[in-house]
């Protein structure tokens, strides 16, 4: 390695932000991020696509975007078509389905076709943190708005749409995660959705929906998209592949409006997201991901009732939470007095990796006491001891829980 003698500091533009840390690895027991179940990605399935697919079309890599154009392989962009139609209610043609690097990618090329710095948009009081921090970094102002079982709350909505328009603010859109929201994993039904629709219509505002984990809820059953329910156009719809089949893949789509989707196709100058990874997931998709999403849910249900259960015999009744009705996800509430960034901080020397609550919420102050738990990726035996190291830390630093945890959950 080269001595680091030269100083970049001066030449670094204002407004960056804070310098990465060098990865060590991941901890031994991890709830953060939105990793998958190893044993469930169908790796099979995969090599057998990605030999057939590359004896067939592999010599299309010479051509920048597979000759099917800048919105990505067009094979992937029909399959999507006909899923979306079947799950989700979406009428759309491939020629309105843009493939992307991941939803990550999808939200910055959003945000650079609708946003400047100063603007306001509307989001879920806790939502995604990586929406989350793009618009801090944007210089955006985030209006949150208070969650219920059901996602979104529209009295709320409407409140805020109400003072903005009296401040003389247009928002430029309202995010939305309606269908097992990250983090809360709560769905937002029919009505709720027509009522946003109709708030968004009457003031004007555009209505951002993220899908990204709207394929694992646990029956299989999910209300029609807010894209499809929409008649006035004013919606754009992201999904991905990174729940459903595998995050590092790293392949997501756009469904819009061509009025906005040719600005942002203007602005994904890429020259094409990875080009075998779609072709993959295309032909193994097309035939295989009714039958593998299935066997994916049932295999994430049975490691939340592990995770539930480990919180309930080692926290009781300090951790209160609801049985969420699909995704990756717990969301977690503890006892006031306990700040979950401490926590984390002190949870990760013993191995033991969580998401602590204000990075996930507009609101700091109510989300402090918060953690997200991942529990896709960790083993059965890896939930019960992370989970048990955790209580252990977490009485040690702030006094909760008691130690007789399972005996006061028992008399609740």
Sequence with gaps: MKEEDFDFGPLLPAGLPPAAARWTGLARYNFTGGNNDADELPLDGLIAAANSVLAREGRTLATYGLASGPQGYRPLREFLATKLKRDADISCTADEILIVSGSLQALDLVNAALLTRGDTVI???????????????????????????EGMRMDALADALAELKARGIQPKYIYTIPTVQNPTATIMGKERRAELLRLAGEYGVPVFEDDCYADLVWDGVRPPAIYAMSERANVIHIGSFSKSIAPALRVGFIVAPWSIMSRMLALKTDAGSGALEQMVLAEYCTPHFTSHVPALRKGLR??????????????GIAAEFEDPKGGIFLWVKLPDQVDTMKLYQAALKHGVAINPG????????????????????????????????????CRREFGVPARSANVERARA
């Design 358 to 393: 204000n990075e996930w919420s507009t609101d700091k102050a109510h989300s402090h006491s918060r953690l997200r738990l991942c529990f896709a990726s960790p083993t059965h035996e890896q939930i019960r001891e992370g989970v048990a190291i955790l209580a252990e830390v």
């Design 302 to 315: 049975r490691k939340v009732e592990t995770l539930m259960e480990a919180l309930n015999e080692q926290f």
């Design 123 to 149: 989001f879920e009081m806790d939502s995604y943190q990586g929406a989350i921090n793009r618009l801090t970094r944007l210089g955006v102002n985030v209006v949150g708005i208070p969650l219920d079982g």
